[in-house]
């Protein structure tokens, strides 16, 4: 190595020029791949969002008469990569009577993702992970709860009379604000 | 031969670098104390040959991952052995990295010169974490899907970029099959390219700057590499191996859950033991503050390690760096007791581990049947499975009225009064039995909640019945024999062959006074009035189908219908369930090998 140094010292222009040049060729013919990698890879970023769209979800005559929530599970259409499945299941809802028809809560909770449950004496939904408390009708009742915001409700419309349709969607968790996934 | 290898140290100088790697000059001999590294580089050698083995039979696909970790599991020959050794060799090379880094913070082996290998170190240790929690997602059970997804949700916190940040790295907006493609290239590429990288530039460093003397050894005579410390690298890498061999076969290898179900609760999720303090942890950071908990503080206590060496250059720096050691570790092992004496003292918890437990031996269980797993993969099987979901349908759908061996068939006892029969062994001679019994036909394990206690069987059993001479009471058992024959239960196959004789006397006797069912029920071609529910093929799956379809249809209860549904015809129930619980209540699943 040492016996290039005087040669070095002799023509730093075209040392420069060439040192300029191969860098330039080497990122130039470097970039092809890595561009073509990383274009794929942002792929998911351009899919957008889940769909939104409403999903029969259940007859009425299926939830309790007293107001308690039910877990029902959500069944629609769903294309993951390569494969489309027909109404298969996508996630999972708590559906409950109100005075003003039906309400439904997404069972996922918005502090980290697990699936919450319904406490044991059926009084509240309570989180297996991290300890989070609503109340049935989805709102925080923990002032030490580490979830954000209340659990997330889902709009519900009852067609026919009997017909309970949810427009099932998930939302990014560990946020205040509700954000459609 | 020494030709040949004289010609090829010509062409390569192999020599000089074979003496330059084996003949390392050891001041102060070899020791034990300096084998931690080498073990470590043995761990990850260990990783590498299980891991591509593993690689040349695993599918990184939502229908595949579970299936072929499964298969590698149960099916592949020692495919259980070197399944387990990869799984606890990355812990043990967690426990094995924790070690390097206390030693080399107590010796102060990280100050000048040998800060960048500190950090390379560091650097290794965060990529060994990605090992870890990129591993767990790739079987697709339960407890891999729900703690991963944590995982992600953490990410998707970072402020400004956490949600794309998410979707590249699940892949998507949901978790799917590019969640498990993502992973496993992280898994299986991206990371170990980057160990390798690391561990070279690390070992390098290391030969540079040679071992941290401690000042006892100073006065030992020198040593080389090999043979001396190359033996006792040797001997603790067989001790490493002989560990975690003997754990796996402790242990039975690694553990598989049941396949990975959004849908489906799983309350027993948690990291693996080397996470549980970062899962604890967040735990006490209340809402809005999540990002903290998980990110910006263990981010500060990981950069606060990363500036030891800095930190080192102070009078006091040795010291101050040894207490920030010490109190992470006491955090840590504090963490992380708090976290297992929590769930130790939760018995929903417990109970959920139990859960967790019974669904993954049933799909292990139904993976080993001779249907084995179907294309639609591990997930559709198990819900495919009268088993497992015939008793949650039967409590979502049926205990409001119903019981099942006098609970809701998950083992709840409600706290209303069953208003309609008890449905375990229904269609049995027992059943039947009982429902012919004067003294029980309206007990509330049969009619007692129903119209029906009021209505003409129930006359029949009480009035009639109750006054059978001994002779009618012999014939009676023969209709019951007949009549449960009718429903084919899989239970009762070997009975109804063994009884074919009575079985046929039975079926006479139905039409004939004084037990006459045919007066009020439809059977075969007797049909005179049709009063109570038909019993051709009473109790059989489509007899029992055609009833939770429409239980108020002429063939059935028609008008003295009493409040069962019309599952089928409000469609309150898919085909499918309705097939599943009524094949659950029937007893028609697979249960078992030899069974």
């Known amino acids: ?181 | 031969m020494n030709d040949f290898l004289n010609w090829l140290d010509d062409r390569t100088g192999y020599r000089a670098l074979l003496k330059g790697a084996l003949y390392e000059h050891i001041p102060g001999g070899a020791r034990w104390r300096y084998v931690w590294g080498s073990t470590l580089t043995f761990a990850m050698f260990v990783q590498f040959v299980t891991g591509i083995v593993l690689w040349s039979a695993y599918s990184a696909n939502a229908q595949g991952a579970w299936e072929s970790v499964w298969f590698i599991q149960n099916q592949m020959l020692g495919g259980w052995l070197l399944r387990g050794i990869h799984h606890y060799m990355a812990q043990a090379t967690i426990i094995l990295l924790l070690l390097h880094l206390m030693q080399v913070m107590i010796d102060g082996a990280y100050r000048a010169p040998r800060e960048v290998n500190f950090w390379f170190g560091l650097g290794l240790l965060a990529m060994v974490l990605g090992l870890s929690l990129t591993g767990y997602l790739l079987p697709w059970d339960q407890k891999g899907y729900w703690a991963t997804k944590v995982a992600t949700s953490i990410a998707s916190m970072t402020p400004v970029v956490g949600p794309a940040m998410q979707q590249m790295l699940v892949g998507g907006a949901e978790y799917g099959h590019h969640t498990l493609t993502r992973f496993f290239a992280l898994h299986a590429g991206v990371l170990p390219a980057g160990i390798v990288a690391l561990v070279v530039g690390h070992v390098y460093l290391f030969r540079r700057h040679g071992v941290t003397v401690p000042p006892k050894a100073a006065a030992s005579p020198d040593g080389h590499f090999w043979p001396d410390q190359v033996l006792r690298d040797g001997v603790a890498s067989l001790a490493v191996m002989a560990t975690v061999l003997g754990i796996v076969l402790w242990t039975g290898g690694a553990h598989l859950g049941a396949p990975a179900d959004p849908t489906e609760p799983y309350s027993a999720a948690r990291p693996e033991w080397y996470f549980l303090f970062l899962f604890q942890w967040l735990k006490y950071f209340p809402a809005g503050w999540e990002v903290v908990g998980a990110q910006v503080v263990p981010g500060l206590v990981f950069g606060l390690v990363a500036a030891m060496p800095i930190i080192g250059k102070w009078r006091l720096g040795h010291r101050f760096n040894l207490g920030v050691g010490a109190a992470i570790l006491a955090g840590i092992l504090m963490l992380t007791w708090l976290a297992r004496a929590e769930d130790g003292a939760d018995p929903d918890f417990m109970a959920a581990k139990v859960e967790a437990e019974a669904a993954a031996h049933r799909a292990d269980a139904l993976a080993a049947s001779p249907t084995g797993i179907p294309p639609g993969g591990g997930l559709a099987m198990l819900r495919g499975d009268p088993f497992t979901q015939g008793p949650k349908l039967f409590a979502a759908n049926c205990a409001s009225c119903h019981r099942y061996q006098g609970h809701d068939g998950l083992g709840v006892v409600p706290d209303d009064e069953p208003s309609a029969s008890d449905l375990s062994g229904f269609g049995s001679r027992a059943w039947l039995a009982g429902l012919l019994d004067p003294e029980r036909i309206t007990t509330e394990a049969y009619f007692g909640g129903t119209e029906h206690a009021r209505g003409r069987m129930a006359r029949f059993v009480q009035r009639s019945i109750a006054g059978f001479t001994d002779a009618e009471r012999a014939d009676l058992a023969k209709v019951i024999m007949a009549v449960s024959a009718e429903a084919a239960l899989p239970s009762q196959a070997v009975a109804d062959s063994a009884d074919a004789t009575a079985i046929a006397e039975g079926l006479e006797l139905m039409t004939r006074e004084p037990i006459e069912c045919t007066r009020c029920h439809t059977f075969g071609e007797w049909t005179e009035e049709d009063v109570g529910p038909v019993l051709t093929g009473w109790g059989s799956r489509e007899w029992m189908l055609g009833m939770l379809h429409d239980a108020g249809a002429e063939s059935y209860y028609g008008a003295d219908n009493d409040r069962m549904p019309a599952f089928g015809v409000e469609q309150t129930l898919s085909r499918a369930q309705m097939e599943l619980v009524v094949d659950w209540i029937r007893g028609d699943w697979y249960a078992g090998p030899g069974q």
């Open chain 1, 1 to 181: 190595m040492n016996d290039e140094r005087p040669e070095q010292k002799n023509e730093p222009r075209r040392n420069f020029l060439a040192s300029v040049g191969a860098v330039l060729v080497g990122a130039v013919a470097s970039i092809v791949p890595i561009a073509a990698g990383a274009t794929a890879l942002l792929d998911p970023l351009r899919r957008g969002r889940g769909s939104s769209n409403m999903v029969l979800v259940t007859r009425l005559s299926a939830l309790p008469e007293d107001g308690s929530p039910r877990k029902f599970t959500v069944e629609t259409d769903r294309v993951d990569g390569w494969t489309t499945y027909a109404q298969t299941p996508v996630g999972a809802v708590y559906l409950r009577r109100t005075p003003a028809g039906v309400a439904a809560l997404n069972v996922v909770c918005p502090h980290a993702g697990c699936f919450v449950g319904i406490a044991p004496d059926g009084s509240r939904f309570a989180c297996p992970c991290h300890k989070s408390s609503f109340d049935l009708d989805g709102a925080v009742n923990d002032p030490d709860s580490p979830s954000p915001r209340d659990m997330d409700s889902l709009e519900v419309e009852v067609r026919n009379g009997e017909e309970v349709w949810v427009r099932f969607q998930n939302f990014l968790p560990g946020r205040e604000d509700k954000t459609a996934v």
